[in-house]
């Protein structure tokens, strides 16, 4: 990316902001000596806690807050403006929802497209970050045992399916189109397909992703898990420092997996019952885990790696951090 700047006196937009990586990539970025513009969607009958934003070291000299809403796409245009880089993560996060609500699909395709072409019309955005997922990877019917870059799932599998439909289909659709329009537009985009985020937060509430991870050690066992055959996931703080890195590197290009970890309902019952005693955790056989569920590919994310890219966690630390995030929130 010719003429990037890094860190100091350097300003970028964080679309999102108060979920579960936008927080922690802010929080990164103004440790990196970035200064800061996100979009918070306001509620209409409450304030919205945004404390674990506004308290960040940095935040008050670095960190501007702006109101924007998907279903306005013009509202992001104040925060982009200004800034040489952006990073769209404002998402509706349906992980639950058994049918594709092609309206929500839509404003999300909409609202890309819209903060695309804010960007464009900036003059100062140099590069744009989109925060896609594994879902938009794996799931089609070539029956693949390892997928990469090259893998986009397929919308009428996934709506035949029935896996985490609207999700999926949602966040397929939108890093297509948001692909065609850079290309078209000529605008340098890079997107990442990060598999299951786990670990630590500073949001207030425990995350979707961290407490579906948590489901064993809260005393259920979660309905999504279990779908799968093979879980992946991958560490906050690595899926946010990656961010960081393709932001900043100047031969970055394209779609990017990363996932730094892989294993089974079977083999994390085993895990988590060895490593956390006191939580009394059983021990899903191998015959639970076999009689349900489909065969999902494993993730390579090679290309990340090439580009000199390092994982720094496992997953002992993604469940020690986000137990103790529980812990200090009173959740367990």
Sequence with gaps: MEGKEKGSNSRVCVTGGTGFV?????????????????????????????SHLTNLEGASKRLQIFNADINKPQSFAAAIEGCVGVFHLAHPMDFEDDEVDETKVKSAITATLAILQACIDSKTVKRVVYTSSDVAVIFNDKGLDIVDENSWSDVDFIKFAKIVPSYSVCKTST????????????L??????????????????????????LGMIFGNRERVLEQQKLITFVHVDDVVNAHIFLFEHPNAK???????AETTIHQLSKFLSARYPQYQ???IEDSMEESSGLKYPRLSSKKLLDTGFKFKYGPEEMYDGAIECCKMRGLL
């Design 188 to 213: 340098e985009l890079v997107s990442i397909a990060p598999s299951w985020v786990h670990g630590p937060f500073i949001t207030p509430h425990c995350p979707d992703s961290v407490r579906i991870f």
């Design 254 to 260: 394209g779609r990017y997996i990363c996932s730094s």
């Design 175 to 186: 890093e297509k189109a948001a692909f065609e329009f850079a290309e078209k537009n000529g």
């Design 22 to 50: 936008g927080s922690w990539l802010i929080m990164r970025l103004l440790q990196h000596g970035y200064s800061v513009n996100t979009t918070i969607r306001s509620h209409p009958d409450k304030k919205r806690n945004i």
């Design 281 to 283: 955790i059983p021990i």
